[in-house]
């Protein structure tokens, strides 16, 4: 016998014979199909081109990327770093306040000055790499267009920059040239900015606060931690006359004095004073003492003899394992021979922070601490903060004695974080946050993500979310209109493939009867009209894409004064190119299954009489 | 001479029923045979169930009940039985043997309109896993008159040069039996004469038994081994029985 399959190896022949031979009709077809495929692609491929293009020009501007803070808070180094490793975050960079962040400039033709924003920006700088800068190192600045248009500056010149504070009623100004790295396409601002590194940026800050810069050489203070305290009492052998306590409340800083107890000396110092003393407490109810208030009631008191002694309640300190609350105290010989206590092995309280060295301390005796040991004391604060004490001596108390002056800044790091630093052996505070953030999502898909997150934390933040809302309800908008007539237009590319294959299948009864005489089984021809619905779901599928190339060429030619080079409106992927030809292969075999039921059921003795 | 004690094809016993509308037609073949090489003519008047028997030796029609139908192409190979492949519905085997062992002429050629005659030619060889070579092909045709043919559509050919190409393609593929339906009908008696010659002259010469169906009775009666005519009989108003039997004389 032969093999059974070498007629269905004729089929796809016979199938392609006759497509051949009635190839007016085919060509019919073939049209027809074309004429439901063309203008599906073309609705798909101007789907495609024109949400691409407004993707790509909100894609290709980082300003779009960019999520924006809307208040100024603070925000701990933590937070930069949790942020900055979500998912989606393309750059993120600390800013600094922005009534600090301007800088003058000075224009060079007259000298005239003028303001100019200055922001911070770091490796990565979206802003800068896709607007045709390069991010600047120490020392160099970027300039918006509008900024370098004013100064008058491009690539290479020096810029001159005043950053001006007032001080203590005075102004003050440091000046400082920087070079110009690049200058930024008009599109990253209209407004006249200058883009620094943070390190700048910071110094900037941190001179308009007063505290000096001294890698740049611009003076100022230090940024020791200031003390602070709870309140301060006030001990004199005889008591105050009441004009003299009302004038102590009034600037002063301290807003209540009340007369107190030995007792309540005692709980505060851990010793009382001589009997017959007058104790006050000085109050400074909702803001802490400063040692211009304890100054400004020195000042008051002239004349009289007494004590001032400032106090920080509830610190506790621990070594190792062991916790203590300790006493703050700084007497020097004459104040200790009024109170009758001995005089602490430090001076009395200087008003001023501590200057550098390990900080003495008298240790209870009940400890038995070795003198001039060294205890490494670890206090909790807005951030721990470890520090070393030398024991100076004992006490018979049960609590350990600090000059008043590191209390007062234990107190303080309560409230700042404050560091102290081994090197110079000296407490400072550590910066607490910045106030501020410019961040750009990877992607503009990212930023609405990005902006809800933020928000959840609280974070109020402006961003182009509705921009790439918009575009993302045009995207869906647009590809359920494409749904709708792609389903129409394949139901009328079905109808015509299911109609025109059942039709031929009714023309060829008679020859698909002498193929069932001559030896084709009931199996084989039932391929016949599979085959050939194929073949002109192929061919409809080439005239298709010959059509759909014309029409988007023409399409684009059309809209071309509104298109930048390489953007177009009409544009197939690729990547949907072999998706179109499956489906519409696929559909057309499904056309053709009816026909092809009808084609098996050809009695080929009834066909042969008919003739 | 033809082997008549091993029939190629051997039908007892055969009745096959068609009814259309409310008349019914009754064949009844009791003992029909067809020799390995010899012609075998089937004559009758029209409607007395020539072409239904054809259409039953071609295994296009089943039969309605049947005693022995038993197709020996290669003797001594044992027979297919026909009946019991009609019974079991095995469609793809009785298709298989159509291809392998059958040509059919129909009575207009039945060619493939969409090919062209070289291609309809090879057909059957083709779905048999194989064609005629050229040079045979060529041969048959310059045989049968048809070389400057091969290449024009059927539609370019006269009546008669369709009829040969028609029996080309039935025997081409070197089929062991043909069957021919009212070969002639449309040809004038002097052409129908040349083409029934060629037909049976082609067969000869290919080894392939025919069994030829005409109501032309002298154009086959010389050539015959066998003739086989139908006795019709009205059995009530709406009922027609035909029993098909040798001819006396026509048989060997």
Known sequence: ?611 | MPHMNAPMVRLEGLVKTRSQNESVFELHVPDFRVAPGSMVAVVGESGCGKSTLLDLLALVMAPTRVDRFEIAPRPPAPPWDAAALWSRGDESSLAALRREYFGYVLQTGGLLPFLSVRRNIELPGAINGGRPSRRRLEALARDMGLESCLDRMPSSLSIGQRQRAAILRALAHGPRLVLADEPTAAVDKARARTIMGDLHRLAREEGAAVVVVTHDTDLVMDRADAVYSFELEVVSAVATRSVCRPVAGGAP
Not at chain 1, 61 to 85: C, G, H, K, L, N
Request: a neutral charge.
């Open chain 1, 1 to 611: 016998m032969s093999r059974p399959d070498s007629p269905l190896r004729q089929v796809p022949l016979l199938a392609a014979a006759h497509l051949r031979h009635e190839w007016i009709l085919t060509l019919c077809l073939v049209v027809a199909l074309a004429a439901v495929i063309a203008p599906l692609l073309v609705l798909l491929g101007l789907k495609h081109g024109t949400i691409r293009t407004l993707r790509e020009r909100l894609v290709q501007d980082p300003v779009f990327r960019e999520i924006r803070p809307t208040q100024t808070r603070v925000f701990s180094p933590q937070w930069f770093e949790d942020v900055a490793a979500w998912p989606g975050v393309g750059f993120l960079t600390p800013t600094i306040l922005p009534l600090s962040s301007v800088v003058t400039v000075v224009l060079p033709p007259d000298r005239k000055t003028a303001l100019f924003d200055l922001i911070p920006t770091a490796a990565g700088d979206p802003l800068i790499l896709e607007n045709g800068g390069i991010v600047p190192e120490d020392g160099q600045v970027v300039l918006t267009a509008e900024a370098a248009r004013l100064a008058g500056a491009g690539p290479g010149d020096d810029l001159e920059v005043r950053i001006t504070r007032t001080r203590g009623g005075r102004g003050e100004t440091v000046t400082d040239r920087l070079r110009v790295a690049a200058v930024l396409d008009a599109r990253a601002g209209s407004l006249p900015r200058v883009y620094a590194p943070l390190a700048f940026v910071l110094d900037v800050e941190a001179y308009k606060e007063g505290y000096a810069a001294p890698a740049r050489g611009w003076p100022g203070e230090t940024p020791r931690p200031y003390p602070s305290f709870d309140g301060a009492l006030l001990l004199l052998p005889e008591p105050l006359p009441p004009i003299v306590r009302s004038g102590l409340v009034i600037n002063t800083g301290f807003g209540r004095m009340v007369e107190i107890g030995r007792e309540r000396v005692r709980k505060l110092l851990g010793r009382v004073p001589p009997d017959g003393f007058a104790c006050y407490e000085l109050l400074a109810p909702a803001s802490p003492v400063t040692p211009s208030s304890l100054r400004a009631v020195e000042q008051k008191l002239r004349g009289y003899r007494r004590v001032l002694l400032p106090y920080a309640r509830d610190i506790v300190v621990s070594v190792g394992e062991r916790r203590f609350s300790p006493v703050g105290l700084s007497l020097d010989e004459a104040q200790a021979a009024l109170l009758g206590w001995t005089a602490t092995p430090w001076p009395g309280l200087s008003g001023l922070s501590r200057e550098g060295g390990v900080p003495p301390c008298l240790w209870p005796a009940a400890e038995s601490p070795a003198v001039g040991e060294t205890l490494q004391v670890l206090a909790p604060g807005t951030a721990e903060v470890s520090f070393p004490v030398r024991v100076a001596g004992t006490t018979a108390l049960d609590r350990p004695v600090l000059p008043v002056e590191l209390m007062g800044v234990l107190r303080t790091a309560t409230q700042r974080a404050v560091t102290f630093d081994p090197a110079s052996q000296t407490f400072q505070m550590a910066r607490g946050g910045y106030r501020g953030f410019r961040l750009y999502a990877k992607t503009i898909d990212d930023v609405p993500g990005l902006y809800r997150r933020l928000k959840d934390q609280g974070v109020e933040v402006a961003a182009q979310v509705e921009a790439i809302e918009r575009i993302r309800i045009l995207d869906r908008g647009l590809s359920h209109l494409f749904w709708l007539i792609a389903v129409l237009g394949v139901c009328g590319g079905t109808g015509v493939l299911v109609s025109s294959l059942y039709a031929a299948v009714d023309r060829l009864r008679r020859d698909l009867g002498v193929l069932r005489l001559l030896g084709f089984a009931r199996g084989h021809v039932f391929f016949f009209p599979v085959v050939q619905g194929l073949i002109l779901a192929a061919l409809g599928l080439a005239a298709g894409f010959v059509g759909y190339a014309a029409l988007a060429e023409v399409i684009d030619h059309s809209f071309a004064m509104d298109l930048a080079p390489g953007e177009a409106f009409c544009i197939l992927p690729g990547s949907h190119v072999p998706l179109v030809c499956l489906s519409t292969i696929a559909l057309a075999g499904l056309a053709s299954l009816a026909a092809a039921w009808r084609a098996t059921g050809i009695d080929p003795a009834e066909v042969i009489r008919e003739q």
